[in-house]
């Protein structure tokens, strides 16, 4: 009778100890896939901002091969990226948070 009982108590607490880790695993998944959502993101906009540098630099480059090296070129090129990045309107912010 008093090992059935001990089979019942370690029973009880194997179930409670299973619910309890299958939550937690459960609530991990959760933020992982959170997690790598916003990864995706991420990379879908250091991707498009990758296409824009390489036009920027193939841009410099033609100036560069048609006109030859100057100063005042490179510098009007610089200024062209950092006008590059203009402020998100409110409708892009959500169209970024929707995907």
């Known amino acids: ?4 009982v001990h089979a019942d108590i370690f029973f009880f607490v194997t ?5 309890v ?3 937690a695993l459960t609530v991990a998944l959760i933020y992982a896939a959170k997690v ?15 296409v ?7 841009s410099l480059r033609a100036d560069v091969t ?3 090296f ?3 070129r490179f510098i009007k090129f610089l200024g062209v990226l950092g006008k590059r990045t203009p402020s998100r309107s409110n409708k892009e912010r959500k169209q970024t948070k929707k995907s």
């Not at 009778?1 to 059935?4: A, D, F, G, K």
């Not at 790598?36 to 990758?50: G, M």
Request: aromatic share 2%; glycine share 4%; charged share 30%.
């Open 15 to 19: 179930t409670i100890a299973v619910v």
């Open 52 to 58: 824009l540098f390489r036009s920027d630099i193939a």
């Open 70 to 72: 100057r100063i005042e």
């Open 36 to 50: 790598l959502s916003d990864l995706r993101a991420i990379t879908r906009e250091v991707r498009e901002e990758t």
């Open 21 to 23: 880790v299958g939550a």
């Open 1 to 4: 009778m008093n090992t059935l």
């Open 66 to 68: 048609r006109e030859g």
